[in-house]
């Protein structure tokens, strides 16, 4: 299993960016997913997480409002939509795969990791 994040870049503070996580390998609609953040200088933290069948969202409070995570089966891709952004949401975005249909906070539900896009809010 392969997941590449893209949609990463450089915003102005209330701005708007849209992450993508394709999923290439195994199967992709059999599993949660998940979303989580690192910060410089700071753990990886949690985002958000959905469902396999994309019914069933959780949010951090800190994005809760302001973020949307959604999955498109049929493409393989997971998507998280990041508005009204601040300059606390800058960090490295990584994507991952549960290793069955549940999911959370915890990092160790899940068993694939992609390599990160970086998210840079300026104020």
């Known amino acids: 299993v392969q997941l590449v994040e893209s949609g990463g870049g450089l915003v102005q503070a209330g701005g708007s960016l849209r992450l993508s996580c394709v999923a290439s390998?195994?199967?992709?609609?059999?599993?949660?997913m998940g979303w989580f953040r690192q910060a410089p200088g700071k753990e990886r933290e949690y985002v958000a997480h959905?469902?396999?069948?994309?019914?069933?969202?959780y949010y951090a409070d800190s994005v809760k409002g302001r973020f949307t995570i959604s999955r498109d089966n049929a493409k393989r891709t997971m998507y998280l939509q990041m508005n009204i952004l601040k300059p606390e949401d800058t960090a490295v975005y990584y994507c991952?795969?549960?290793?069955?249909?549940?999911?959370?906070?915890?990092?160790?539900?899940?068993?694939?990791w992609g390599q990160g896009t970086q998210v840079t809010v300026s104020s």
């Open positions: 390998g195994g199967t992709f609609s059999g599993y949660a």
């Open positions: 959905i469902s396999s069948g994309g019914g069933v969202t």
């Open positions: 991952a795969r549960a290793r069955g249909i549940v999911a959370g906070k915890d990092e160790a539900l899940y068993a694939y």
